[in-house]
C-alpha cells in the first residue's frame, strides 16, 4: 500500500478507536469542545483568512467561475456564521443517550432504545470551507469521529480550519483521532476501503461524483445523487403566491440541489395561472421550456422527454400541464429524485392528497422548496442530505446522524422461566 493508504489507514483506525471514548464522553464535554472551537477559529482569524487569500489568488490563476470562487472564499461573514453555528451546537440538547422507548417485558426486566453515535463518519465534500466546520461540528455534538476530506482548491483553507478545531479539542478534552483531514484522491480511495473503521460514507459534489462513491464502496453511503425537484400549481391556486414562489423556488439559488426544475401545471391554470408566473420567471432570467400544450399557452422553447429528469442546476426550467393532481403526483413520483416537492393550492383536501402520494424527502404546500436545509429546519446545519429511506432522509443534522441501541436491565433473569411458564411478559409500554 503506498504511503497516501497507509495514511487514511492510520487515520482511520484512530477515528475508531476515537470514537468509543467519544460516544462516552459527557454532553457538557461537547458542548465545552464547540465552544472552545468556535474561539479558536475567531483566535486564528488571520492565519485562516491569509491561507484562504492564498487558495483564492490560485483558483483565480487557474480560471475558476465567478460563483465557485464565491464559494471557496472565506471571510469574516463566513467566520461569523460558523461560529455562531458552532456556539448554536453547544447549546442544543444532546442527542447522545437520548431514551426513545421504554417498555416492561416482565416484573423487574426493562428495555430502553437509546440513541447512539454511528461512530466513524467519513465526509467527502465540495471545496467549501465553511463546509469543513459545519461538518466538524455537527459530528462532534452527535459524538461521532469524522474523517474530512475537501477540495483541492481549500486545501491550504481546509489545513488552517481544521488546525484550529483540532487544538480546541485537544484543550477541550476530546481523544486524539476524533477527527482526520485527507487531502488527496489516493486516500480518499483507500478510505473508500476501510469498512473494518468507517461506519458511513457522505459525499457532497456533483452527481456523476456521489454516483462514483457509491459505487465504489462496501461501506455505506448516505447522501443523493439528484435534485430534480418539481412545484405544481394545482386548480384555483393564488396566482400571487404561485410567481412568488416559483421564483423563490427556481431563480434563488438555481445551483442548489434543492431548487425546482420542472413546474407541473394543472390544464385549468394554462390561461389563467401560467401566464404570469412565466411573466415573474421570464423577468428573472429564466429560460422556458414546455410540453406541447404549455408551448400554446405560452411563448416558450419545446421540451423533450430528457427535460423531465433533467437536473438543470441553472436558470432553467421545464414545464408540464397535467390533467389531475393524480397526473402531478405519478410524473413527480417517476421522474424526480425523492429530494423535495411542493404543491400550490387553496384546496386542504387537494394539499393533504398531495402530501401523502408524493415520495419525496420532502414534500410542501405553498412554500418554496428552498426550504429543504438543515440550518433552516433548525438541525444546526446538515452534512448532507438524503434521499433514500433507511436512517436518515432529507436534511441531516445531529439527529441523522445518531443510530440507537437496546439496553435490557433486569435481575438474573433467563428466557428459561418465560419458556417453562414460570413467568410471563407484560409488554407494558412506560415511554
Not at 467561475?65 to 471557496?72: G, T
Not at 452527535?142 to 487544538?167: D, H, M, P, W, Y
Not at 488527496?184 to 461506519?199: C, I, N, P
Not at 383536501?349 to 405553498?366: H, I, K, P, Q, T
Request: charged share 25%.
Amino acid at each position: 500500500m503506498n504511503d497516501a493508504g497507509m495514511s487514511a489507514r492510520e487515520a482511520a483506525r484512530a477515528a475508531k478507536e476515537a470514537s468509543f471514548r467519544l460516544a462516552a464522553l459527557p454532553a457538557g464535554r461537547r458542548s465545552a469542545a464547540l465552544l472552545c472551537a468556535a474561539d479558536a477559529l475567531e483566535a486564528r482569524r488571520g492565519a485562516i483568512f491569509a491561507a484562504n487569500a492564498e487558495d483564492v489568488a490560485q483558483a483565480e490563476r487557474e480560471g475558476m467561475n465567478a460563483p465557485a470562487l464565491k464559494r471557496l472564499r472565506f471571510d469574516e461573514g463566513k467566520l461569523r456564521d460558523v461560529c455562531a453555528g458552532l456556539r448554536a451546537l453547544a447549546a442544543m440538547p444532546d442527542p447522545v443517550g437520548r431514551e426513545q422507548l421504554r417498555t416492561e417485558l416482565a416484573d423487574g426486566l426493562v428495555l430502553s432504545r437509546v440513541a447512539c453515535p454511528i461512530g466513524v463518519v467519513g465526509v467527502v465534500f465540495e471545496s467549501r470551507p465553511d463546509a469543513l466546520v459545519q461538518i466538524a461540528g455537527l459530528c462532534l455534538r452527535s459524538g461521532n469521529a469524522v474523517l474530512l476530506k475537501g477540495g483541492r482548491e481549500a486545501a491550504r483553507s481546509n489545513a488552517a480550519l481544521f488546525g484550529a478545531l483540532t487544538e480546541a479539542g485537544r484543550e477541550a478534552g476530546m481523544p486524539d483521532g476524533w477527527a482526520g483531514l485527507m487531502t488527496t484522491r489516493e486516500e480518499v480511495g483507500a478510505l473508500l476501503e476501510m469498512d473494518e473503521w468507517v461506519d458511513l460514507i457522505i459525499p457532497r459534489g456533483s452527481n456523476a461524483f456521489v454516483r462514483e462513491i457509491m459505487s465504489r464502496s462496501r461501506i455505506p453511503v448516505l447522501g443523493h445523487s439528484d435534485g430534480v425537484c418539481h412545484l405544481y400549481l394545482d386548480a384555483g391556486c393564488d396566482v400571487e403566491m404561485a410567481c412568488r414562489v416559483a421564483v423563490d423556488a427556481k431563480t434563488q439559488y438555481p445551483a442548489a440541489c434543492n431548487a425546482v426544475e420542472t413546474l407541473l401545471v394543472h390544464e385549468k391554470e394554462l390561461h389563467r395561472a401560467l401566464p404570469a408566473v412565466a411573466s415573474a420567471l421570464r423577468e428573472a432570467g429564466v429560460t422556458l421550456r414546455g410540453d406541447e400544450r404549455v408551448c400554446e399557452a405560452i411563448a416558450c422553447e419545446a421540451a423533450t422527454e430528457d427535460d423531465w429528469r433533467a437536473e438543470y442546476l441553472s436558470l432553467t426550467l421545464s414545464i408540464r400541464a397535467v390533467d389531475s393532481l393524480e397526473e402531478a403526483v405519478a410524473h413527480i413520483n417517476r421522474y424526480g429524485s425523492h429530494h423535495t416537492d411542493a404543491i400550490v393550492t387553496e384546496d386542504d383536501a387537494a394539499a393533504e392528497r398531495f402530501l401523502s402520494l408524493v415520495d419525496s424527502a420532502g414534500v410542501y404546500r405553498n412554500c418554496s422548496t428552498r426550504f429543504a436545509d438543515g440550518y433552516r429546519y433548525g438541525f444546526g446545519a446538515e452534512v448532507g442530505i438524503a434521499t433514500g429511506k433507511l436512517h436518515a432522509r432529507g436534511p441531516m443534522g445531529v439527529e441523522g446522524l445518531c443510530s440507537y441501541k437496546y439496553l435490557l436491565r433486569g435481575h438474573g433473569d433467563t428466557v428459561e422461566a418465560f419458556q417453562s411458564g414460570r413467568r410471563a411478559f407484560t409488554h407494558k409500554r412506560l415511554l
